[in-house]
């Protein structure tokens, strides 16, 4: 439903704190951009500056029956933070966060980007897990999962919300009781607009980390060789430590080339760096980046692989183990990646020691196992690639999913599913009857509708 713009005007020029912006001010282009969709054009945004005026938001359009979209940092691969004709709430500017060295937590605004988090956590020494780049919001990535490089060490981004303050569907400031912390902790927005979280934070300043970019000639070669000798690595006595992460990616460079995101998250780098000796033996090594660094800095290298806005979308699936079978499809595909600087191929692992890997019955993230979760990202910068790129990232999608069911997890991601593909059971398993009932406790008039859980 369109809003009318004569009332939203009216609210925001009565209530403190809230800018309204139309699509004929000066800075609507800029601030609707989102990641992947500049096709999705909402009616007008609204923009709190602070938690009050995010909860007379939400309270003016609940009241008013004006639906709403949520806008974090804008990186849903299927731009779900802003639908066409809607407002849309945009959270950035409620962006805090204040660390609690004694209790090793830090209140984090619910618009707040991780580029911005890690800044500051890391002023002060401090570091707690993230995605691989900083516009990504952090509370957008951590209540759906959060897979990332620290995830080996300290766990999912999920795992490290221990507190909530949730403006609810009336537009109340409550802080989440435990079960709705439970909810919240997997299915995300569905309940309220996250307003401000708490999370764990660890004392570690500096990281070993850096891309290793592999002999990319034979790409058949170089895949099935890096994968069958980390399978080697994993399976030996000891298996991984868990500091070490390796986030294995193919990207055009300008050809496609396959590497590793190498991350050691500890600050003994001398161990770290025989471990980087191992991972660099397992296949020809052409060029290697690793160096001891910041937890940002590793973060702007990142953010120079991949673009600042796009269009394309993302398929995954998620696999026990990268069999040879599996790095065959990949190598097939990867030798086919679409001629276009943004496509991206990469997987993140949840390592089965991570202490993400085990049943957790405070939170209704699923997938508790050792897996990889296998992005396939067509997305292009040239516009008429865009078909060409979108087929080739459903017949990769496809032939990954042929390959030996058994090696296939039931469990799929929230964040990188499409609203056609959403399958509750598969996304929420044993809890969806309890998040129904959380959903009708605290939000029975489904206010939130947008919210990606689609409860
Ligand atoms: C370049 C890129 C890199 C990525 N890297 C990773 C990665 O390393 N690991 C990983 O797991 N995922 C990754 N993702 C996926 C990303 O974590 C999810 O798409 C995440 O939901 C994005 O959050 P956002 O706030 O940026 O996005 P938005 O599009 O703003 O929000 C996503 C959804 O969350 C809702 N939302 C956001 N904030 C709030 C809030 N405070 N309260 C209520 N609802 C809210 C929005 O309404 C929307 O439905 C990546 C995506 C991109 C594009």
Redesign the pocket.
Known sequence: MAAPRDILSTFASTTPDVEYITPSSSTFEETRA???HPEIVPSGILRPANIPALASTVSFLAANKIEF?????????Q???MKKDTVAVD?RLINHVRIDADTATAKVG??TLAGDLIRTLEKEGFVTPV???S???Y???A??????AYSSRFGL?VDHIVGARVVNATGEVVDADAELLKAIRGA??AF????EVTISIYKLAQILAGVVIFNSQDLDTVIRQYNQGYRVLTAAEGGLPAPLSLQQCTLNMPTPTFGVLFMWADEDHEAGKQWLERVSGLAPVVANTVKSRTPSAWQAEQDAL?PKTTQGRLWSVNLRQITDEVAGVIAQYAKQLPADPHVIFDM?ELRGDSPSAKPNADSVFVAREGHFAVEIVPLVEDAEKLEGALAWGQEFSNALKRTDPRNIVAAT?V??LTADEFDHDKVFGEHLGFLRRVKARVDPGNVFN???SYL
């Open positions: 989102i990641y992947a979209t949520v806008r974090g940092g804008g990186h849903d691969l731009g779900r933070s959270l619910g618009g995605g691989s780049v516009p990504v919001g509370t957008g990535w209540m759906y999962g959060g897979y990332g981004g995300g927005g309220g607009v996250l307003a991949v993140h991601y964040s990188f947008n919210a990606i």
